[in-house]
């Protein structure tokens, strides 16, 4: 096991892990559990406020360990999830009281993460736990029977970040969520979604079309494995004209298609319009600007794309279109002096 922040007294940032793969057939403990060591290290986690958790487990009545936190990431690789006991996850309502005594949050982050009980039967409390603070959220690998329930018990009305990876589930298992926080006030300006390739095409593309309508503030968008459905690709297209009709995400900078299957003649057409919009005079007074910004950063990765990319005039108007044009994690085809950095806390490393 590695833990950071050696002094105990003064700990701050904190990680555990396995140093490695669990052995076949062991089952992982929960660290320091009812041993000498566990009661040294018991009530000195009162002033942690980032923890981390790789593979192995704190003992869920350590409520002094979560009671500070900003900062939690608990994750939990293939290797080493088949090989713990279900009984020894929290149940739905243990983790909620964990997170009920967590009021600072400010970044959650679940991977591999299961609860032992079943899909818990109405709410776990008369009103949802609301984390004023809490700016970025990512769940990977989360059972989406789980995911639907557990976001219905969370309020996060400053919510900036939100990363989904499912390789079982759907947009739609996160949607209601996203959308309570969708409107002329959201707040959210990256969204990373990941879904099975090939399943479920048409009610993803229908629910991503609906998230993206509501969310104006939105600066950056990643598509993995995923389609991104014409409706998607025309929304985030805008008429080059003033007054023309309203397009979704009009603050865009950052446009990431990662494994995903797309028309690309729509893509290199849908930022060019956007730049251009960039370049229009702003409206006359007491009319409503339709502009757009221009993309500053489109990547292109693993590319599925119903067109080849082949053409050079097309290839020469992506290169003009934005600041930044990556391709198949190559080195950059264009860049400006200025790169824009990420939003997502977590990074784009995924």
């Avoid at 958790?53 to 994750?75: A, E, F, K, Q």
Wanted: net charge neutral.
């Amino acid at each position: 096991m590695e833990a950071g922040e050696a002094e105990s007294e003064h700990l701050h940032s904190v990680e555990f892990g396995a140093r490695r793969p669990a052995t076949p057939g062991v089952i992982m403990e929960f660290l320091f559990y009812n041993d000498a060591l566990g009661e040294y290290w018991k009530d000195r986690g009162r002033l942690v406020a980032a923890l981390t958790l790789r593979g192995v487990l704190l003992p869920w009545t350590w409520i002094d360990w979560y009671s500070n936190l900003t900062h939690l990431t608990l994750t939990f690789r293939n290797n080493i999830r088949s090989q713990m006991e279900n009984s020894r996850m929290p149940t739905k309502l243990t983790f909620l009281k964990i997170l009920s005594h967590c009021p600072e949050l400010e970044e959650l982050e679940l991977t591999g993460f299961r609860f032992s009980d079943p899909v818990f039967p109405g709410a776990a409390f008369q009103a949802p736990l609301r984390f004023e603070k809490l700016v970025a959220m990512r769940f990977s690998g989360f059972n989406p029977e789980h995911i639907d329930w557990f976001l219905t018990e969370l309020e996060a009305p400053s919510l900036r970040s939100f990363f989904y990876r499912t390789e079982r589930g759907s947009l739609a298992d996160v949607r209601d969520f996203l959308l309570r926080y969708a409107g002329a006030g959201s707040s959210l300006k990256a969204l990373w979604v990941k879904a099975l390739p090939g399943q479920g095409l048409g009610s993803t593309s229908t629910h991503l079309y609906s998230i993206l309508s509501s969310l104006p503030e939105l600066e950056e968008l990643t598509i993995q494995h995923n389609h991104f459905h014409i409706n998607e690709i025309s929304a985030l297209t805008p008429g080059i004209q003033v007054g023309g009709p309203v397009v979704q995400c009009p603050k865009l900078k950052a446009l990431r298609l990662i494994g995903a299957s797309f028309n690309f003649g729509l893509i290199a057409n849908m930022v060019k319009e956007r730049r251009a919009s960039s370049e229009l005079p702003p409206p006359p007074p007491g009319q409503d600007d339709h502009r757009t910004r221009k993309l500053q950063i489109l990547q292109i990765s693993g590319m599925q794309a119903s067109k080849p990319f082949v053409q050079a005039s097309v290839k020469e108007m992506m290169r003009k279109s934005v600041d930044m044009l990556l391709w198949d994690d190559s080195h950059p085809l264009h860049s400006s002096e200025r790169v824009l950095p990420t939003l997502s806390p977590f990074g784009l490393g995924f």
